[in-house]
């Protein structure tokens, strides 16, 4: 159900191909019932080679601001006015903020899963000693948002000179803060047995094929670690049962899903809305 619409309500969308699976449109629609804004969020379906007239149908319909899924996140950068920092060291925005026709984009995928991780598991990675799976789109947007704070983040990737490219952007950022190395061997698990938080980006595990998982053995995980997975279909993935069966915490995608939107939600409308509004939606 959409709140009524009249002649100034503001226009806020997602532009991606496909995009009739997105829980965006469900999440923020809710998010403006239970502020009562005068909002709405509709789904935008744009084809790659149509997408620089997408941007500019943004400028020309007043759109309060856009987010930007696949195939986009990259592509759309060179079309707008300007970019977050964050953004531009990640190297894809999710979403666009509409000044009076000046586009800035921004990237709240990796703060997304920093707001879950404190608002479902109460932690922080300050201090902390994390490991990341994979060095993708979502591992670098994790990893830069993670640099600031994190003790050590230690990217280990199928393609090792992927990761140890992200390590080294890393300690450009902050020196010393990141190590790369491959998804196996026993140096490996024995970084994975000293890390507080590891986190799968990978897609293993994601549906239709529910049986894959990242890692083949689990003798690494211990109490007192945080195992997650930004996979959120299934829920839970065969990646958090096991490191779950051994007595490690574990944190689903859905979380960074409902941060991201949540970081993005603040950026249209300059206002706040609770977690569990836009958690409850995925
Ligand atoms: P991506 O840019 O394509 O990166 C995929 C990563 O996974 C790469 O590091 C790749 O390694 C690795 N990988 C892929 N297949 C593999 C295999 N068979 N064995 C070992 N490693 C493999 O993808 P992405 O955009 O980061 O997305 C990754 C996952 O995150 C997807 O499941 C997506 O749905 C999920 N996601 C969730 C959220 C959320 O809000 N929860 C947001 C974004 C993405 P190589 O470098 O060796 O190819």
Redesign the pocket.
Same mark, same amino acid.
């Given at each position: 159900m959409i709140m009524s619409i009249n002649g100034t309500t503001r226009i806020v969308g997602v532009i991606g191909s496909p995009v009739a699976h997105t829980a965006s449109p469900a999440m923020h629609n809710a998010a403006y019932r239970a502020l009562s804004l005068n909002y709405v969020y509709v789904p935008l379906l744009v084809a790659p080679a149509d997408l620089r007239d997408g941007v500019a149908a943004i400028k020309t319909l007043h759109f309060a601001g856009i987010n930007v899924t696949?195939p986009h996140k990259e592509s759309i950068i060179s079309l707008l006015d300007e970019v977050d920092p964050l953004a531009v060291e990640i190297g894809a925005v999710n979403t666009v903020v509409n000044q009076g026709g000046r586009l800035t984009g921004y990237n709240t995928?990796g703060n997304?899963?920093i707001l879950a991780l404190k608002a479902e598991k109460g932690v922080s990675p300050k201090g902390k000693r994390v490991t990341v799976? @994979? =060095? #993708?789109?979502?591992?670098?947007?994790i990893a830069f948002s993670l640099a600031a704070e994190a003790e050590h983040i230690h990217i280990a990737?199928?393609?090792t000179g992927?990761?140890a490219e992200l390590a080294a952007r890393l300690n450009r950022v902050r020196a010393g803060v990141a190590a790369a190395g491959p998804?196996e061997g026993e140096a490996f698990f024995s970084v994975l047995h000293q890390s507080d938080i590891v986190i799968n980006?990978?897609?293993?595990g994601?549906a239709p094929d529910t049986s894959?998982c990242?890692l083949n053995q689990f003798d690494w995980v211990r109490p007192g670690q945080l195992v997650c997975d930004?996979?959120?279909k299934p829920a839970q993935t065969i990646f958090m049962a096991e490191a779950a069966a051994r007595g490690a915490a574990v944190m689903g @995608? =859905? #979380?960074?899903?409902a941060?991201?939107g949540i970081l993005g939600f603040e950026l249209f409308t300059g206002r706040n809305v609770p977690y569990d509004v836009m958690r409850k939606e995925i």
């Open positions: 696949i995928d997304g899963f799976l @994979g =060095a #993708g789109g979502s591992a670098k947007a990737n199928r393609s992927r990761a998804m980006t990978t897609p293993l994601m894959q990242p930004i996979i959120y @995608g =859905a #979380g960074m899903l941060g991201q």
